[in-house]
Structure formats: structure tokens, C-alpha cells
């Protein structure tokens, strides 16, 4: 589908959504509490057919989290730009892992270094750092004194 | 039946492992095919690439001239902080003062070979040099003075 | 039997597989479950190697943080630098100039051989042949030769630079490439001789490490991994970019789904990367090879995401800019790391000895996991 | 002519003329040992040596060749360097199995070469069960590799040794039953009997079909029961790192190497005697002239030649094959040359009660 086509079926399938303008995709943001039902209506919609998650990251505003999901169609070759605001303070979200098997490993990665909570997610632990590390290395105020090196 | 196709299986599997041992045995046979480079050895015949990059260094003239005008382009280049530039002001004949290098310090344990600081000198005044043996027993022989002593900036050159 | 699996009762045997250990080439740890010889669970512990590049290309300029990729998957280290330079020109919006593009994509097939071969003899070094990795080297080193004579290094070329290539091309190398098309095609018989066809290499393979089309996609799993399940996922097709849209070759995909199937897709992907490049080597339009930019690179506030086929699958180079010369965030979705994922869905059930064959066929760079 | 059986027969009588019996027959006792000592170092670094070459050729490499002509000192100067290197026991070893185990591998390695005929007359115990005493004796080794990995408390070890262990146990029937075929041949299991009745032809070529069948059933089965690629699963390197000597350094691990090496000798001379002579020269039945011409070369060249032969075809194997899996190892063994092999045995019989062999 090409990305007209794709924003009047999304944005009836999905009322709440705003879309941001730009990008080669479609972005749309998702509000938090809606997500989990959304994230499934997108991978069974029959003219969707979302079933390749080829990317989840984070990014950290500062004010708030965004969790970024790129989805694609192995059938019909269509991308959206799927985008979750999340508080700062106390991050967390469902997790989308029994939707998409490979979220499993990159929420956990989004977990060590961002300190996102997925919420059901079957095995939450560490994947990168050291389980005893202390912090969430790729917030943007996080400081490390001893293993960051300033040039 | 059954007896047949056991049979086809061990004499399959006897071709497809004497046929692997064919290639080992034309290897085994043939000396020439050996690739091995004696490298220490060899290091009177041995054919670098010109463009390999070991590391920074500064081309000099016969009067010991170098093309550096000290603008720092390299070291804002460089991703790992690999080249500090020391400046000093030349005062010239007519009175004026004039930037000039006076220490070009080179990192040899930062650097990566990445090639940014030649692409970035607007004078050509570095380039990447095709050495390689670098092991050396203290590290601070690492950290490389590039400007020969006594050298100057070549005339004509801005 | 599946019930079994996959949980730990007393009795069990836990081993670390790595951080050192011969299989795992490189710094992965897995830590599996075994009831006798076979598999119940693998778990795979990540981060030996991890070095932060995400964080580390915040700091570093547009230029500048190019040569850190090299570094993620040092295998396919151009294919990476190529992703990154993609997603600064998309957004730069510079139109690159033909001949960087074609030397672009030949320098990526080559590296895709050269990748594809270290996975072979590693691979066939994995199942306990020795003899054939040497002779992969042999073609190996063929092309780090004419890598090192264009672009200055064998391994972390950093050859790309945003809005084309560092150098011109060597003049000999038409010559050395077509030389080595015809060293490669002499040679790829024994290939099929030594391993391919051997009964102890097929019995190995064939009905290991099986992964259904669903789970491939499921698990995100990419390039030759995905390929053999029979997921048509090759980018170079979906979203062709520099002169891929120009060039004919096929999508290799194998049905079988098993460890076999990957390694016949690897195989073949290498035909397939010659016949790139015999298409390309002779039509390199004369012309630039580096398009003008401005010496501090600013890109637009926005958001660019660039995906390209390295030999392992899609790497994914996510760039948010603020407008300034750094990104403001950067994400590598690395094929790797998906990979890697459906290790412990592949293997369970399983003999130790599988274990290694199903990891060889995944290809895993560690470096390109952890980042 | 030299002649290695000469060089003892010149000994012996020296030793008679001046001492009393009991002298000289402890005198020989030591004589033989050390002979036997020195012919295992021999072996053993020239194995090491000829395998690394053979492995370095056929991988396009050059091998060990900067230390001495060729390289052939490389072997002498990494024993040096095991010798010197600490031989570390883990904490949690079973200290006393640890480091008894690989003296029982290498004492059963030396146990076995006494009933070896290594050319005319030259054999340090003729004993009439000599193909028995081989296959049993050597088959006890099995017990220093489970030992090693039982005591190592390493779980690497521990899965190196229990696959080494139903390895063996498998492995040693079909090569019993392949050289029970040969035995029906001779009718005696004396080793000397054995070549002797070689004298006009080897059985190899003698035996029709039949002995070439069992020739490639013992070759195989005695690579597995040496754990060598493609059987090595007791070691299997990608898998188990070292299988059951990870734990194992310094001198204690030379010798587990060494005796690898000793036991590929072992094997393949037996393989020589049973199917290619021994030190019978090659004779072809009654052709005189010719195999008189062929007694000119000394008999312990041809056993010495016969058996790097044999031994060359197992580097060969090792370094072309990958490596089996552990249940496909069991199959190949009691789903295909078991049968074969008895099968074959079989037709050996008939083979021998007819006289259809030469």
C-alpha cells in the first residue's frame, strides 16, 4: 500500500493516533494505554499484515521516552513508523514480545540500557551490561565517570 | 529391496568421501599450490599497497620544509583526539606575526587508520604512510613528533 | 518431548559455552542445559564486546562516526560504512555521483564473497574439517589484496565517505577483480567437492536447526538465516539502493528451512555476488567519484532510516538529527542480534555437536551483536 | 646387509660369553626397555612432526619449518616447552585419578608393543595369542581417558570421556571381527605365524574381496578407537574445547599427546602385519627372480614403510573429514559395519574352507 493509502486505514483503524509529517514512512503516535491492542490489530489487519518488527529502540528527549517500532510487511512490502510516548520517570509499557518474537531480545536491550519496564514480558533481565550494573547507559543524562572516556 | 538401497547408501558415501579425499590428495601432491608467505623473511621482496594506511606521517623537502600551516583541520577531523597541533607565531620580516606550527604530536596508540585528517589537510601536508611494523617495548614511543626539528612551512604555501 | 525441553529439573547438566570457547568465534556466552547430550536450553548472555557505539556516535560528527561501524560487524565492514553513508546523504539530500556508486556495490559484493568465505571454512572448521578454511583464506586474501590496493586497509576499509568514496579506484583494479572471478570460478568445484557433497557434512546438516517460515519472520530473523527458510527478505531487492536496481541477480531462497538450506543459500549468494560484479566491473562511468560537501556536515532536524544487506541480513542505520553536526540519537539494528534470537528456538532437542553446526550456520559476529 | 635382527643376535651372544643367564636375561629386560622408551620418543616427535607437515601441505601451508632442516626439530623444542611448563591440578581434581590417568594411557600404549614383529626376528615377545593380546590390551586405555575425564571435575570432560568410553566399546568389535577374518586365513593368532604366512603373497591381495573389505572395516574402526578425526569426538575441539585432557597441562598432557601418537603406530602396524605382511617384503607367489630382488631391501624398511603408510591414510582421513555427531558415530557402527562386517566374516569363512585364496 503506499503511505495514503496506509494513513486513511490506520487512522481508521486507530481514531486516537496522530501522525507526524515527514519521513520516507508513515510515523504515527500511539497513546501508552492503547498500545497492546493496537500492536495486535496491526499484525492481524487483513490489508495490514504487520508481521516483521525490524526495529525497536528508544529514544530519550529528555522530557520523555519515545519507543520506536518499525514495522514491516513480509506480503505486501509496506513500512510504518509506529511511535509511543513513555514517561520519564517511571517507564513502562506493554510489552509486544508474544506479538513479534523478536521483540523479546530487543526489549530486553531497551531495558539494560534505557531502564524501560515491559510490562509481561517473559524473561525482563540484563542482556548487555553486567546484572550488577548500576544506571541506564544511553540516557542522556547518564555519567560515568570511570568508563566513559571525554577526548 | 531394503538390501539394495543399503548397499546404494554405503557406496554413495564411499564416492562422496573419496571424492574429498581426492582434493586433499591433489593439495598433498601439488607444492606449488602452497600460498604461505615466509614474512620475515621476505620483507626485501615483500609488495605493500602504496595507499595502505600505517600511519600519519609528514613529508619533508631537502630543506627540510613541510607543507603544515597548522590549521588544526585534522585535529577537529580526528574521531579519537589521535592529533594535537602546537602553535606558535613566526614574526616575519615585514613585522607581522604568523601562525605556524610548532610541535604536530601524533598518537600512534589512538590512532585507528581511519584516513579523516588526510582527507581533511587542505595543504596535503600529511598523508598516510604504508609502514607497519610499530611494535615498539615503551609506549611512549608511540607518541610522535611529526614536524622535523628546525623544519619551516615551504614557501607559497597558504 | 517439547514439554520436557526447555525446563531445568535436578539432574541436568549446565555448561558455559563461552566467553572462550573455539565455537562461538568470538566472545558469546551461551549457558545451555543438557540432559545427557542433549539440548533442553539455550541462553545466550551478551555484552563481552560491547563498546557502546550507539552512545559513542553522539559525540563523534557525521564524518566522523562512519569508521566506528566498521568495528560493529568487522566482516562486512564496507557494507556497514555503506548503511551509514546512505542515511547521511538521505538526509543531506546529495546525489551521489555514478561511479561511487558503482564502485560502492562492488566493493560490497566483494566484501559480501569475503565474508561469506571466512563463514565457510569457519563453518566447515566448526563441523571439524580443518583443511577447508585454509583454502577459503586462499580467496580470502584475494580480495583483502585488492581491498588493501583501493581503499588502504584489509579489514576496516573506511572507504566511504558521505556523498561517495575516499579515493579513486587503483588502476589495476579491473584486472585484479577479473583475475580473481576467474581464480573463484576455478576453485569453486572443490568447494562442492570437499564439504558440500561430503555424506558426513550432509548428514550433520540436513534436519537441523529446522525454522519454519513464521518463526523466521516472527523472530526477525534476516538475510541468508531468513532466506533459507524461504522469507524473501533481501534488500537489495525490497528497496534497491545506489545501482542494485540496475543489475540483474537472484534472490537465492532454499525451502528447506534447515542448517543445510542456510548453507546453500550462503554458497549460492556467492555465485551471485560474482555475477554482480561481472555485470558491473566493465561499465564504471567515468566521472567523480565524490560528490561536493560542505566540510562540516549539518543534516536537517528529522528522522532517517537507512536499510541495507550486509552478508549477514538488514542492518538498519536509524538516525535522529537536531540539526546539528552530531546525531542526536543513532540506532544499528543489527542482523546479528536477530539472529542470534532464535538460537535457542532452533536448537532444542538437539545433540551438542548440532548445537555448533545450527550456530555456524547463523553466522554470528559478536561484535555486530553486543555493538 | 644391515640387519636389526643381526644387531640383537650380536648382543646376545656378547651378553653369554660374559655373564651367567640371569644377568643377561635381566640385562636384555633393560636393554628392550629402554629401546622401547626411545622408540616412543622417536615416534612420537616424528608422528607429531610428519602430521603437522602432512596437515600443512594439504592445506596449502608450509608447516613447522624454521627449526632445524624442515622443521623436524620443532616437535623436540615443544616438548621442551611442556616439559618446563606447570602441570596444573584444579582445585576440586580428584588429585591421586587426575594425575595417575595419564600414565595408564601411556603404560597401556607400551604394553601393546611388545608382541609387534618389527622386521625378521626382531619382536620382543613372540607370544602365541598375539593378535588377542593387541586388541585387548589396547582397548584398556579406555579406562586412563574415562579416569582423566572423571577426575578433572570438568563437565567438558566429563561428555569427552563418556562419548570416548561407548566409542571404543563399540568400535572394538568391528575391528575384532576384522581381524578375526584374517585369523581364519592363518588359523593362528601368533603374529609370526601371521607374516609367515604371507610369504608368498599379502593377504590383502590374497584374500579376494573379502580381505579388501575388511581392510577398510579395520581402517576405520581403528581411527575411532584411536579417537581420531573424523571420530574425535572425545576431543571434538569446537565442541568440548579438548574433550577429556582440557584440564590436563604441561608434561601430564604430552603424554595423553604422545600417547595418541603411539597408538595410531600400534594400530596401523598391526594393520600392516595382518594385511600387508608385516616385514615380509612384497612377493608375488612363486616368482623367484622377483622376490629375490625384493628380499634385498631390509625387512624392517618394509614394515616401517608399510605402517607410515597406514598411518599417512589416517592423517589423510583426518584432515579432509568433518567431524561425525555422537549418535551418528553408534550408527555407523552397529547400523553399517557390524553387519558388513560379519557378513563379511562370513564369506571369509568360505573363502578359507574352499581355499579359493591364493
Known amino acids: 500500500m503506499t503511505n495514503e493509502e496506509l494513513k486513511s486505514t490506520l487512522g481508521e483503524l486507530i481514531p486516537s493516533a496522530t501522525f507526524e509529517e515527514g519521513g520516507e514512512w508513515v510515523n504515527l503516535y500511539v497513546p501508552l494505554e492503547e498500545w497492546k491492542p493496537v500492536a495486535l490489530q496491526l499484525r492481524n489487519h487483513p490489508s495490514l499484515q504487520l508481521d516483521y518488527l525490524f526495529c525497536l529502540t528508544c529514544v530519550d528527549w529528555k522530557t520523555h521516552f519515545t519507543i520506536v517500532y518499525h514495522l514491516s510487511s513480509t506480503a505486501v512490502r509496506h513500512n510504518i513508523v509506529v511511535k509511543v510516548k513513555v514517561d520519564r520517570n517511571n517507564p513502562t509499557i506493554e510489552t509486544v514480545s508474544d506479538i513479534w518474537r523478536t521483540a523479546e531480545f530487543h526489549e530486553r536491550e531497551v531495558y539494560d540500557l534505557f531502564g524501560v519496564t515491559f510490562l509481561h514480558h517473559p524473561d525482563l533481565r540484563r542482556l548487555i551490561m553486567p546484572d550488577d550494573w548500576k544506571g541506564w547507559p544511553l540516557r542522556k543524562d547518564y555519567e560515568d565517570p570511570v568508563n566513559m572516556i571525554k577526548l | 529391496m531394503f538390501l539394495k538401497e543399503y548397499i546404494n547408501d554405503v557406496l554413495k558415501a564411499a564416492k562422496s568421501l573419496l571424492t574429498g579425499m581426492k582434493v586433499t590428495g591433489y593439495y598433498f601432491t601439488h607444492r606449488k599450490e602452497i600460498i604461505t608467505e615466509q614474512y620475515p623473511d621476505n620483507r626485501a621482496t615483500l609488495q605493500l599497497a602504496e595507499r595502505f594506511r600505517g600511519e600519519v606521517v609528514m613529508p619533508h623537502d631537502e630543506n627540510n620544509q613541510h607543507a603544515c600551516t597548522g590549521c588544526s583541520a585534522c585535529e577537529i577531523a580526528c574521531p579519537n583526539g589521535t592529533i594535537k597541533i602546537i602553535n606558535k607565531f613566526d614574526i616575519q620580516p615585514d613585522g607581522k606575526k604568523k601562525k605556524a606550527i610548532d610541535t604536530f604530536v601524533y598518537h600512534l596508540e589512538l590512532c585507528t587508520m581511519c584516513g579523516l585528517c588526510v582527507e581533511a589537510c587542505p595543504t596535503s601536508a600529511i598523508k598516510m604512510a604504508n609502514t607497519f611494523e610499530h611494535s615498539v617495548f615503551n609506549r611512549n614511543q608511540l607518541t610522535k613528533r611529526l614536524n622535523q626539528p628546525g623544519s619551516k612551512i615551504r614557501e607559497g604555501v597558504e | 518431548m517439547i514439554e520436557e525441553v526447555g525446563t531445568t529439573t535436578e539432574g541436568d547438566l549446565v555448561i558455559n559455552v563461552g566467553p572462550q570457547h573455539p565455537a562461538t568465534h568470538g566472545v558469546l556466552h551461551l549457558v545451555i542445559t543438557l540432559n545427557g547430550e542433549t539440548i533442553k536450553k539455550v541462553e545466550p548472555h551478551l555484552g563481552y564486546i560491547h563498546r557502546s557505539i550507539e552512545k559513542m556516535c553522539e559525540s563523534l560528527t557525521y564524518r566522523q562516526f562512519i569508521y566506528v561501524t566498521s568495528r560493529m560487524d568487522y566482516l562486512s565492514a564496507h557494507i556497514n560504512n555503506h548503511a551509514c553513508a546512505l542515511c547521511v546523504e538521505k538526509g543531506l539530500q546529495v546525489e551521489v555521483p555514478q561511479r561511487a556508486q558503482y564502485i560502492r556495490v562492488i566493493m560490497d559484493e566483494l566484501t559480501r564473497i569475503a565474508s561469506h568465505e571466512l563463514w565457510w571454512g569457519a563453518m566447515a572448521m566448526d563441523l571439524g574439517a580443518f583443511t577447508p578454511f585454509f583454502h577459503a583464506f586462499r580467496e580470502r586474501e584475494t580480495i583483502n589484496t585488492i581491498m588493501e590496493e583501493t581503499c588502504g586497509a584489509r579489514l576496516t576499509m573506511n572507504y566511504m565517505v558521505p556523498g561517495g568514496v575516499m579515493f579513486d579506484l587503483h588502476p589495476d583494479f579491473q584486472k585484479k577483480v577479473k583475475a580473481f572471478i576467474q581464480q573463484y570460478t576455478s576453485k569453486i568445484n572443490e568447494y562442492d567437492e570437499l564439504v558440500t557433497g561430503n555424506i558426513i557434512f550432509q548428514n550433520r546438516m540436513k534436519g537441523i536447526g529446522y525454522v519454519t517460515k513464521e518463526d523466521a519472520i516472527s523472530y526477525g530473523c534476516t538475510g541468508p538465516v531468513a532466506r533459507g527458510s524461504g522469507v524473501a527478505s533481501d534488500i537489495r531487492k525490497i528497496a534497491p539502493y545506489d545501482v542494485y536496481d540496475k543489475v540483474e541477480f537472484d534472490e537465492v531462497l532454499e525451502t528447506g528451512g534447515d542448517s543445510f538450506a542456510r548453507y546453500l543459500v550462503r554458497v549460492k549468494e556467492m555465485q551471485q555476488s560474482i555475477r554482480i560484479i561481472e555485470q558491473l566491473i566493465d561499465n564504471i562511468p567515468e566521472g567523480d567519484f565524490q560528490a561536493k560537501t560542505k566540510a562540516v556536515l549539518k543534516l536537517p532536524k528529522g528522522e532517517f532510516y537507512q536499510r541495507v544487506e550486509t552478508a549477514r541480513g538488514e542492518l538498519g542505520v536509524y538516525i535522529i538529527s537536531e540539526g546539528g553536526t552530531t546525531p542526536y540519537r543513532i540506532k544499528f539494528r543489527s542482523p546479528g542480534f536477530s539472529n542470534l534470537s532464535i538460537l535457542d528456538h532452533m536448537v532444542r532437542g538437539h545433540k551438542i555437536g548440532d548445537l555448533v553446526a545450527a550456530m555456524g550456520t547463523l553466522d554470528l559476529v559478536i561484535p555486530d551483536i553486543d555493538r | 646387509m644391515f640387519s636389526l635382527e643381526g644387531i640383537t643376535k650380536a648382543i646376545d651372544t656378547w651378553l653369554n660369553a660374559h655373564f651367567n643367564s ?31 607437515k602432512v596437515a600443512a601441505v594439504m592445506q596449502i601451508r608450509l608447516g613447522p619449518n624454521r627449526l632445524g632442516p624442515k622443521g623436524i626439530f620443532q616437535t623436540s623444542a615443544d616438548t621442551l616447552k611442556l616439559i618446563m611448563k606447570e602441570g596444573l591440578t584444579p582445585d576440586g581434581a580428584d588429585k591421586f585419578l587426575f594425575n595417575l590417568a595419564p600414565f595408564i594411557v601411556m603404560i597401556v600404549a607400551m604394553l601393546v608393543l611388545a608382541p609387534i614383529s618389527f622386521a625378521k626376528n626382531f619382536q620382543i615377545w613372540d607370544i602365541n595369542i598375539g593378535v588377542l593380546y593387541v586388541s585387548a590390551v589396547s582397548s584398556l586405555s579406555v579406562i586412563g581417558i574415562l579416569m582423566a575425564g572423571w577426575s578433572s571435575n570438568n563437565k567438558y570432560s566429563l561428555l569427552g570421556a563418556m562419548r570416548s568410553g561407548a566409542q571404543i566399546v563399540s568400535y572394538e568389535l568391528s575391528a575384532g571381527l576384522a581381524i578375526i577374518s584374517i585369523v581364519v586365513l592363518t588359523g593362528s593368532l601368533s603374529i609370526n605365524d601371521i607374516i609367515q604366512s604371507q610369504q608368498n603373497g599379502w593377504w590383502i591381495f590374497k584374500g579376494h574381496i ?33 574433550g577429556f585432557h582440557t584440564e590436563y597441562s604441561g608434561m601430564k598432557f604430552a603424554l595423553f599427546f604422545l600417547a595418541e601418537y603411539i597408538n595410531i603406530f600400534i594400530v596401523c602396524s598391526i594393520g600392516a602385519t595382518l594385511f600387508f605382511g608385516g616385514w615380509m617384503p612384497l612377493h608375488i607367489g612363486n616368482w623367484e627372480a622377483f622376490n629375490h630382488i625384493m628380499d634385498f631391501i631390509p625387512s624392517s624398511i618394509w614394515f616401517f614403510g608399510k605402517t607410515i603408510f597406514l598411518i599417512f591414510l589416517i592423517m589423510w582421513f583426518r584432515w579432509t573429514f568433518p567431524r561425525l555427531r555422537v549418535d551418528q558415530l553408534l550408527n555407523l557402527e552397529w547400523k553399517y559395519l557390524l553387519p558388513i562386517s560379519l557378513f563379511n566374516l562370513l564369506l571369509m569363512t568360505v573363502v578359507a574352507i574352499m581355499g579359493w585364496h591364493f
Do not use: H, K
Open chain 4, 210 to 242: 573379502p580381505a579388501i573389505i575388511s581392510f577398510i572395516i579395520f581402517i576405520i574402526a581403528v581411527t575411532a578407537e584411536t579417537n581420531r578425526a573424523p571420530f574425535d569426538l572425545a576431543e571434538a575441539e569446537s565442541e568440548l574445547t579438548a
Open chain 4, 22 to 52: 640371569t644377568v643377561v636375561l635381566l640385562a636384555e629386560c633393560v636393554l628392550v626397555g629402554v629401546a622401547a622408551i626411545a622408540l616412543f620418543a622417536v615416534l612420537g616427535l616424528g608422528l607429531v612432526w610428519m602430521e603437522r
